[in-house]
């Protein structure tokens, strides 16, 4: 009876790691306040809270570092990674004067920001997925935004996204159209569609890698995809094993690009990266959905960027008002690499788009 009920358990956790890896993600787009509502959560935010307050209360036992930089017009950053967010802010926002007051924040689940869940539920992996799913997932990231655009009291946000955090600024732009009036995509990780064309990122890094870089890779990858298991490890393992992609990327892009310039990161999210890895399942197509965004869009790539130029138009092809910048002389970072040339691309922009 044991060893049945032991088989039993592990063909449910087998099958639901299947499922995540080769079915649809548990993320609905246009779903996010009914999905709130369902767990009895709203997107009000505690009133007086300053927007240039270190930490931001975005709901009960929640809040989210915030670094704010410069003068004037306001502009929200959604950081990427998944879950790794910047030891500090850009160094192109330093050179936008008093035209931009710009706000950084460590998503939850990540940074210095409060991380709701240390441990999965251990009642049964999918009751875990679920649980991880909708408090670190991307309805709640969402959210988050939308309770940031309230607590700074704006009709509508301009919006930097970079990296994954394009993918959360575009749907958020297409959750609520009404509620942008400008967004910028940073070297946008191409996920409208899943499988995306070119080769995932995983993909990407490892063919740049020496022949024990490419074994390293394939290991950690296999340790990921082993879900279940991740799903009964702590927030500090997960963040570690996390963090060891980032060095397989560096190594990457130090082979391909020596004398390339990195930012610092800050701590990463365990939970938070499968959280949004369960989002996004294996197959998805939202493209039809991005029409929605009204925003007009800036997208920069960076030449140099180990994504190639393809992949990064297609997600301005799913944008009804997008444009496509590329800038010389820089890879996934342009606001290190060439930080003038970024700022004044983006200056140029937000000057054409009025509040």
Known sequence: MVVALGALVLLVGVAAGAWWWMGRGLFQPGTVEQTLASRGETLEVPSGQRPDAPRWQVAPGVELHHVAVGQGRDVVVVHGGPGVPPAAPWRAAALTGDALRWHFYDQRGCGAS???LTRAPADGTWKAMQEVEARLGLAEQLADLERIRRLLGKERLTLVGHSFGALVAALYAAEWPERVEALV?????????????????FTQVGARLDPEGRRAMEAWLAHTL?????????????????????LLYTQAVRKERPGARLPESGRPGGLLSLGLYLSLGRHHDWSAWLGRVRAPTLVIHG????????ATARVVEALPHAQL???????????????????????????????
């Open 114 to 116: 409060s991380r709701p």
């Open 185 to 201: 995509l940073v070297a946008p990780a191409p996920l409208v569609t899943m499988p995306a064309g070119d080769g995932d990122l």
């Open 226 to 246: 082993d879900f279940a298991a991740r799903l009964k490890e702590d927030e500090a393992t997960l963040a570690g094993h996390f963090e060891r992609f980032g």
């Open 303 to 310: 030449a140099e960027d180990l994504q190639p130029r393809a």
């Open 325 to 355: 910048v590329e800038l010389a002389g820089t890879g996934h970072f342009p606001f290190e690499e060439q930080p003038e040339a970024f700022a004044t691309t983006l200056r140029a922009f937000l000057d054409e788009v009025k509040p």
